[in-house]
């Protein structure tokens, strides 16, 4: 608590903090659930394990969520609960968005239908940003801090949350990655989404993926991907989020958390 004071953190802001990373944790694990399509699993031993790891799962991220629940609702906060619910909402959403192959995995649009930033960005607004951004408002709000700094918090965290994920989607592309042959990766990604609007011929892969995204060839996809324009883009992409995110920083007084938060920026200009 004495390190909390020191730093500038209210203790409400730490008990915040824990809420989100619950809240995260538990729509993980509940992501881990898989659809037990009839006839998939003929063996009853192993259709008995996995309707265990179902539940498992199912009780695990409830047990989560429920005391993320009553962590929000000890900071006696009726506009912070409603905050923070909207963002469980977001998420809950970010789940429909798209086509999703049985297994509610993701997949491309179809050609045409939107365009690829627009596509991208809302997926992971709902699916990350919305939560980051609505955190970093809330602890604002704890703060006592008016609406328009409020709003400029949750733009900070929304566009440090798309710079982070836009890394994370070039990962598997970028040189000295440990990217082994045949390994799956997110075919919703920014490099595959920028590069199907620049090649829509790579559809006629992607789109064997519509009962399972395991009958995609994850190599054939990845060489392609990897020697056109969706990784430039994609770099792009995340430095424009990181540039954004930076502007909004500097509204905030000088001190060592804004110190601390920039830093974050720029290392993962570095990535």
Known sequence: ME???????????????????????????????????????PEPA??????????????????????????LAALRNQDLVELMSSAVRDLAEGEFVGRRDQQNNPLPSPQGVSDATEDWTLRNVLSAGSLLGKSCQGTLKLAGHGTE????????????????????DL?????????????????TSAPVLFHLEHDPSLFTEIDKGVESVQNV???KVHSIVSKGPGIS?????????????????QVFRE????????????AMGDL
């Open 217 to 219: 060839d994850y190599d």
């Open 255 to 266: 001190s060592d958390a804004r110190t601390a938060l920039s830093n974050i920026i720029v």
């Open 3 to 41: 390190e909390d004071k020191a730093a500038g953190v209210l203790h409400s802001q730490r008990a915040l903090a824990e809420v989100t990373e619950m809240i995260r944790t538990s729509h993980l694990v509940h992501k881990g659930m898989v659809n037990i399509c009839h006839g998939l699993y």
């Open 46 to 71: 192993v259709l008995n394990d996995m309707t265990f790891g179902n539940k498992i799962a199912l009780l695990s991220g409830d047990y989560l969520l429920a005391n993320s629940c009553m962590e």
């Open 149 to 168: 700094l409020q709003e400029q918090g949750y733009k900070f965290g929304k566009h440090l949350a798309l710079a982070w994920q836009a890394c994370l």
């Open 171 to 187: 990962e598997p592309f970028i040189a000295g990655s440990q990217y082994a042959s045949g390994s799956m990766f997110n075919l």
């Open 233 to 249: 883009q994609t770099k792009q992409l995340q430095k424009e989020h990181s540039q954004k995110a930076m502007e909004v920083l």
